[in-house]
T-cell receptor, first 114, second 114 residues
Framework: QQQVKQSPQSLIVQKGGISIINCAYE??????FPWYQQFPGKGPALLIA?????SEKKEGRFTISFNKSAKQFSLHIMDSQPGDSATYFC?????????????FGPGTSLSVIP | ETGVTQTPRHLVMGMTNKKSLKCEQH?????MYWYKQSAKKPLELMFV???????ENNSVPSRFSPECPNSSHLFLHLHTLQPEDSALYLC?????????????FGSGTQLSVL
């Protein structure tokens, strides 16, 4: 029930195309859903996050779509660029403790080709 | 220096060696974390220190021993490791009393156990 599923495992997109990564969760206590971006040789960095009281959040070319009833959320990268090539992790947490135990998905390796 | 700094960046050790990983955060956060990142697997939370007290130990083998002398520093002491312990070890910090969901990661220590 603590697991976060993520697909696809890898993704190749043409420059200018739309990259879509999907995640699903089981634990209805989760109330915060961040996406992290990781470049080779670096640690993950928070990219964008959403709470379940909204169905969509957009920051520049990055959009999270959230479906509470289906317990699914997705990341859309519009006008994908080679610089977006990285590994993307979806995650979920419940914020019920004095710290947040963040559960990560297994990651999606995105390659944007010119 | 800002952010979360980890040293060393790379470490090769034999199974009988003793070594330590160091992490320092310059963000004024009060929670620090050790994560293990292996290929094709989700990030695994190993230890959490909140307000310098260890609050989570996800059944990590005793050959890994954490130490948090103050809110800015975190160590991971390693002894008699196994080859399957080879992975990227990531340190992260957050501000727990603000909900703590935003994790700030260091660049990690790439560990190889021979």
């Amino acid at each position: 029930q603590q697991q976060v599923k993520q697909s696809p495992q890898s993704l190749i997109v043409q420059k200018g195309g739309i990259s879509i990564i999907n995640c699903a969760y089981e634990n209805t206590a989760f109330d915060y859903f961040p996406w992290y971006q990781q470049f080779p040789g670096k640690g993950p960095a928070l990219l964008i996050a959403i709470r379940p009281d909204v169905s969509e959040k957009k920051e520049g070319r990055f959009t999270i779509s959230f479906n509470k009833s289906a317990k699914q959320f997705s990341l859309h990268i519009m006008d994908s660029q080679p610089g977006d090539s990285a590994t993307y992790f979806c995650a979920a947490s419940s914020g019920k403790t004095s710290y947040d135990k963040v559960i990560f998905g297994p990651g999606t390796s995105l390659s944007v080709i010119p | 220096e800002t952010g979360v700094t980890q040293t060393p960046r790379h470490l090769v050790m034999g199974m009988t060696n003793k070594k330590s990983l160091k992490c320092e955060q310059h963000l004024g956060h009060n929670a620090m974390y050790w994560y293990k990142q292996s290929a094709k697997k989700p990030l695994e939370l190993m230890f959490v220190y909140s307000l310098e007290e260890r609050v989570e130990n996800n059944s990590v083998p005793s050959r890994f021993s954490p130490e948090c002398p103050n809110s800015s520093h975190l160590f991971l002491h390693l002894h008699t490791l196994q080859p399957e312990d080879s992975a990227l070890y990531l340190c992260a910090s957050s501000q727990a009393d603000r909900g703590g969901e935003k994790l700030f990661f260091g660049s990690g220590t790439q560990l190889s156990v021979l």
